[in-house]
């Protein structure tokens, strides 16, 4: 669901909301201070731009949806499957101090507070929270974290650390690029084969001969069920980034020169 604070645009799921255990959201690139390519709401420091920049994007963030400045915790991404279990020694890493987290792509707590943070430009950003147990999770999934099924490590991390029994979760699949614009060639989808074996029902042929288009909502939302996530958890946005570059940043449109979206989750 799209909401809007002022002039801040962003993503909140209503199955997360009507728990009311979590604040949420994933943010668009609507409602910030970035100028340029960045604009207007780069919520990453890694893009290049001016970290003051990013910080007050931080604040407008924080303003708007109740959280902490000082209590992020972000991740350098690098399209692995490694899920961090975040505790009170990581608070604030990546805004307020330097992040150690290297090489990791999903991150899960059950501090209250801890805002976990992933961030995305046609990845696929999903949000966890399992509602008996009181953990969250925020996971970066790309294609390569989706065919390697990063949210089913995210989920098996989750049952280690807390207990978790995956029919307690409840899941958001947020905006990132659609079966409409994913086009891939057949390495890709080999791949695809070789690792789900539910692939070529989330493949399909393109108009273009030799190129295909892979569901990544659909990809990773399988997934979820295969570890125990009831279907009627799952939420998906089903909003392609690549086609509302209006609204977001898009990878394959914009290339390096371009900010992040940021999904946040943090229990109350």
Request: hydrophobic content about 35%.
């Amino acid at each position: 669901m799209i909401r809007q604070k002022n002039n801040l645009k962003y993503i909140t799921f209503q199955n997360l909301e009507k728990t009311n255990m979590v604040k949420h959201c994933i943010t668009t690139r609507l409602g910030g201070v970035s100028e340029g390519v960045y604009a207007e709401l780069n919520m990453s420091f890694t893009r290049g731009e001016q970290r003051e920049k990013v910080l007050q994007n931080y604040d407008i963030v924080c303003n708007a949806m109740g959280f902490d400045k000082n209590s992020f915790v972000l991740c350098h991404q690098t399209h692995t499957t490694n899920i961090l279990a975040v505790t009170e020694q990581h608070r604030g890493m990546g805004v307020t101090k330097n992040s150690t987290i290297k090489n990791t792509d999903g991150l899960i707590t059950n501090i209250t507070g801890i805002q976990l943070t992933a961030f995305s430009a046609d990845c696929t950003p999903i949000l966890l929270l399992d509602v008996n147990k009181k953990a969250i999770g925020a996971v970066h999934a790309g294609w390569r974290g989706s065919v390697n099924s990063i949210v089913k490590k995210a989920i098996e991390k989750m049952t280690e650390y807390y207990g978790t029994n995956p029919s307690d979760i409840m899941a958001g699949i947020g905006p990132s690029i659609g079966q409409c614009c994913f086009q891939v060639d057949a390495p890709v989808v080999e791949e695809f084969r070789q690792k789900l074996y539910f692939a070529n029902d989330v493949i399909q042929n393109d108009t273009i001969k030799g190129k295909y288009k892979i569901d990544l909502w659909e990809t990773n939302k399988r997934i979820l069920m295969d570890c125990g996530v009831k279907e009627q958890n799952i939420e998906l946005s089903k909003i392609c980034t690549m086609c509302h570059t209006d609204l977001f940043y898009s990878h394959r449109v914009m290339g390096n020169d371009r900010g992040n979206m940021a999904a946040i989750i943090a229990l109350k």
